[in-house]
DNA sequence: CAGTGAGCGAGCTTCCGCTTGACTT
């Protein structure tokens, strides 16, 4: 029988960790936390502001299987992470288990190797209620914010929202990038690119530069142009300069989600569920973490599979340090845990995701590549004027780059957010150029170019801004991104560009050509977007609770838990000095009666009867109501649909809305109505529907069109049940757009090509087994 | 892949951080 048990807070972690420990030693898991503020309800006592915990339905088996294997143990070594978190689950762990906290042991190590283990296990310690208590801050400050605001959303914008410490500034970020954007107003400048000719070694050879200065009106583009046609073109001077390039540290949590989505193209979730499956298989590390430190284990293989692979001058041992704020630094970086392995058995996805964390571990132990960079400054004097040399003020720069030595850069180039705008880089590889070389143009031209306004976020670069703020944790980043759209305050969707025209003056010889060319810009794929109720509820809390939104609410309040846990403040005292202040905003403006909703605005007037129209969040989304709702008519209501939006729908776009749906007539005694869908215009007659063809606009549509399109549709419903069954009704044989198909127990199968001529015939059977051959 | 679509208005919704599992599609 084991005398000791070990718990952890993963079980992949609890099974490595057995096999270093001896016989001796029985490891066990906790899976996280095993207790909490209650679901559902605010769990804690207002008054004293203490925490009211219980252990979840869901953990209660684990409780008490840990329980009973604590009873039977000698000695129980408390082994979960190093920061917050893992404190308060060992202390938790000690309550709910009824161990004696005076006897247990609490253990802690940064990475899982053997000497590490073997380490802790010659140093315990006891629970540090400091840095429990700044848990328990930490905790009943995110469940008071949450729990206190989502209600006041609830009353003043809308059922089911929510606001907290984090989604909410998330959101804040969004949204105000958005608006960025639609203030920045793109001016257009001049760009001129130059392509000379000069002889080396008895060849041609071809030197591309830019010049110096960018024009801002095309009359100027124009007017240097001009003067290049009798100009001469000297190199004035050559310098080269070495540069190196160091390669990026280790991944952490952060970083990993962000290259697998440049690189990989993976969401911020996949590649979250991909990493846990390759830790669970002991491919890697931990893969929630903050760190980038390496065991030395690691810096030990990583350098020798280095110099097998490269060689010695490739190999550089370095450590790297985090610069994030609030880094808790528990684990190790994310790495392989063998790096002899450059590949894994798995899926694709895992196979990929490996790879980069491979490369990625084994550049960050790499030498500096090594790159000279070449400037050739060329000059321009005119010839024209007979006196002296009338040299121009402006320069043509040729850039060269020759890497000297690749480095790190043999496996690994980190990516960058950056878009492609065009501005492809002047730096290539130079021909053997001097100073006082005269060089021939061949081509020069000036490319009409726009400033570049912000960038909407993509879940990695969100991720990426969060971190930096402070906001957040490894853990947190992919279910908050998943929030923030589930509550729709955020869309990923993709923005359609807009084309634009642009000019471009070559000057060839004596020729000088303008051409105005067409180009498509702004196109961004799943980027994340705010919707009316982000916006709504954005601004809603940045008027009422704006130190909440502060986007240094977070850093702040992370100090005061950092004196909790130096022991230097007490966590309830902290808690009621917060708490004192939020509580009566909350109050006040739950309580403030307003004349208009949150977000409300008026668009304008109905001209037919006077009366305001209105766009505002409805219980069921943006709506556009007409009328007041004191008003003696009862106002009318219409969804804004998606395409529009709250802030910037004009009067006639909302008016349009009200008149669909409308009644074209009686057929048949029954009204014949005009309507909209989510899939586009209808007509709705007896409770059936037939959609519009594109071609007839809904608004013209006349009673002699509609009911032939009933009809139609009425001839073809006929025509759908092709065949059906005494044996069985849920079996039917219909025809579809794509040809004839089985419907069994409301599920479609394929008839195969061949049988198509004959479906009329087919029997019960024969459908059966068409049936059951695709359930395989 | 195979056809969709309005409306009642009860009772409920919600936080952040730790960690995986099992309704079978």
Redesign the pocket.
Known sequence: MQENLVIV?????AKTIEKFLGNDFKVM??????R??K????SIDLDKLSPNYEIPD?KQKLVADLKAKAKKAKQVWLAS?E????EA?SWHLCEVLGLDESVTNRIVFHEITKPAILAAIEHPRHIDMNLVNAQQA??VL??????????VL?RKV?????????????VRLIVERERDIQAFHSESYFRVHALFTMSANGSEAEVKAELDTRFKTHEEALAFLEKCKDSTFEVSSVSKKPLKRVPAPPFTTSTLQQEAARKLGFSVSQT?MVA?RL??NGYIT?M?TDSVNLSKLCLATSKEEVTNLYGKEYSQVRNFHTKTKGA?E??EAIRPTDMSATTINGVAQEKRLYELIWKRTAASQMSDAKIEKTTVEISLSNASSKSRKDKSKYLFIANGEVITFDGFLKVYRESTDDEDNGNEEFSHVLPDIHEGDILQRKEISAIERFSQGPIRYTEASLVHKLEELG???????A??IS?IQ??EYVQKGDKKGEERTFTIDTLQGENMVTKTKKEIVGNEKGKLLPTDIGIVVNDFLMQNFPNIMDYHF?ANIEEEFDSIAAGKSEWNSVIRGFYQHFEPEVENVINARSEHKAGERKVGVEPKTGRPVYAKIG??GPVIQIGDADDNRKPE?A?IPSDKSMETITIEEALELFKL?RTVGLFEGIPVVI????????I?HD?K????PKTEDPMKVTLETAISLINEKRQQDKE?HLKTFEENPKMEI?N??????I?YDDK????PKTLHSKVKDLTYQECMDIVEKSKK
């Open positions: 807070e993963s079980p992949a972690k898991s906790s899976y996280g936390h095993i909490d503020l679901k559902k309800e605010i869901e992470d920061d917050r978190e893992g689950i930490r905790r995110d469940r008071l914010v949450g729990f206190k605001l989502s209600p609830w809308k059922p089911s929202l929510s606001a907290g410490r984090v989604q909410s500034v998330a979250m846990q830790y669970e931990y929630r808790q528990a684990h906001i957040g944790r490894p853990s947190t980043y279910p908050t929030t589930q509550r977070t219980r069921f209501f969804q749906p309507g909209k869908g989510k899939f586009g215009p209808y709705m409770r529907y037939v959609s519009l759908r219909l579809g757009r794509y040809g004839p198909y419907v479609n199968y394929r008839i």
